[in-house]
């Protein structure tokens, strides 16, 4: 229901262009033809052009005549991750999304200096979860990509997520930053960063939302548990962004909602100038999908 | 299913005794009388005794003459919880629960060199949980004591969660350490640690299980995960005992099984010379009782 949400707010958005990196992949050229077929957005193929040809033959795509697929033939895969990456620079496209070449070379690209994507703020994987059972999106930030963030990283950690969940209608996102306990303690890097970050927010420093932490995750999802605690708190039991201390807390969320709760996701990662949809073999050809129309509900013109 | 066979073997297993430190909890009661309904053991009850009299008056109890609560009179709450662990130590009680006390209260008795139960082990938390469609026990320690055990403490934390599957009749119990990436990466504390504790056991350094690291989750857990990764291993997808790098991972991996996956929990303190049952005012009731049987299950004479 939430994540398909998306993908009916990212069609009445209008046609966005995505240019995909290293699109010779089977399971790239199906979550392609999925959002195509559902008029999600253009798409311009960087890579080898005869193999994404026999892919899209394979697959029998018929163009029918509306030219949502482009194909622009790289003699390399770096080739392909920088011009996708131009491409995106250049306003000829609106998203960059990855194909089938590794996260690191198309990072490289998105860094170069000269016709990168920075904007001088840190790069974060936010991830939008539907949890059975949750009527609100649980939204996990950054399970994959900052390691051990300092505290003005997950600062603009927090920036990240706040601007793709506003672009999803959520006004004000609460924000909890998640730790093993809901007082401070010196001896937990975690608590006494989320003290910092809730004052931050108060003092207009991460502006846009309510943060409250240190919490526990049962506090920041349970307003039950919060109560249990005596909690006074704004986020507490309502939390929209769940901001994890460190990438080992964060996989271990991400994957315990997918693989114990059963959860969907959609996924992008924020803080360039454009949405990047980082997909891997890993992920659902559901989950490929929801991440493009995250990506395609934030594009910013 | 699974934690109901716990409370069918603690009964087989013949009556054990719990010392409970200060008793006088109207919760604390219920799941006692709870444990004492089922047969499931005796106990002897230290704190206020007016106090856990009226209790015992108010939630109806009949000894019906089998003798199974036993009272024993404290003037506070410290002498309750050194009373307590004396009786563990000679012997009189097989088990150890926290009542209505501060946490730091009763290890401080369990700590003390004169009469407590260290064994030079380290202390450890490892929670047994039943995750719907999953049919094995997924044990998750430490999520709750160590903040952030050193490698030498991670073995120790394995040996204790080792001792109590074995118990509960997993005869050779798979470990996987996991981290956000299944490779070793020096940037990434976790996965160093983990692939030293994987030779550790093949060193026979940590015996009694297979231990293989660094996992991530879904690899450890899933063996279709493991399968698209090429991870080779036997422990990669049917992990019995999930080594967590941080308190800060365990608590958010153990509250994510209970709030977002429906799970149910019994745990333990392991390390000491008797297992400790530690429930919190947030645990139900069922996981009261759960914790307590495995503690029985746990027993060694």
């Known amino acids: 229901m939430l994540l398909d949400s998306l993908i009916e707010k990212a069609t009445r958005e209008g046609t966005n262009t995505v240019a995909v990196a290293a699109a ?115 939204i996990v930030t950054d399970a994959a990509m900052n390691i051990a963030p300092d505290l003005q990283q997950k600062a603009q950690i927090i920036n990240n997520a706040v601007s793709l969940a506003k672009c999803i209608g959520i006004e004000t996102p609460k924000v909890a930053p998640l730790a093993a306990v809901e007082v401070v303690n010196p001896a937990m890097q975690a608590t006494v960063d ?47 962004i769940l901001l994890v201390p460190t990438i080992d807390v964060g996989n271990v969320l991400y994957k315990s909602l997918i693989y114990f709760a059963k959860a969907k996701v959609g996924a992008v990662i924020a803080g360039a100038k454009a949405p990047i949809v980082l997909t891997s073999r890993a992920d659902s050809a559901e989950s490929k999908l929801y991440s493009l129309a995250l990506a395609l509900c934030c594009v910013t013109k």
Chains 1, 2 share one sequence.
């Open 24 to 138: 010779e992949d089977v399971e790239v050229i199906e979550a392609i033809l999925d959002a195509v077929n559902r008029n999600l957005a253009r798409f311009i193929l960087f890579g080898d052009q005869n193999k994404i040809k026999s892919l899209l033959e394979m697959k029998k795509y018929d163009d029918r005549g509306n030219n949502l697929l482009k194909i622009v033939h790289t003699n390399s895969t770096i080739d392909s991750a920088e011009l996708a990456v131009k491409a995106v620079f250049q306003k000829e496209a609106d998203v960059l999304m990855k194909g089938n070449l590794p996260t690191n070379f198309i990072l490289k690209a998105v860094l170069n200096k000269e016709f990168g994507l920075r904007t001088g703020n840190v790069l974060s994987h936010v991830a939008f979860f539907e949890v059975p059972g949750f009527e609100r999106f649980t």
């Open 194 to 240: 989320a003290a910092s970050l809730t004052m931050m927010n108060k003092r207009g420093q991460i502006p846009g939302c309510i943060v409250d932490g240190p919490l526990a995750l049962d506090n920041a999802v349970s307003a039950l548990a919060a109560e249990h605690k005596g909690i006074q708190s704004e986020v507490a039991g309502q939390a929209d």
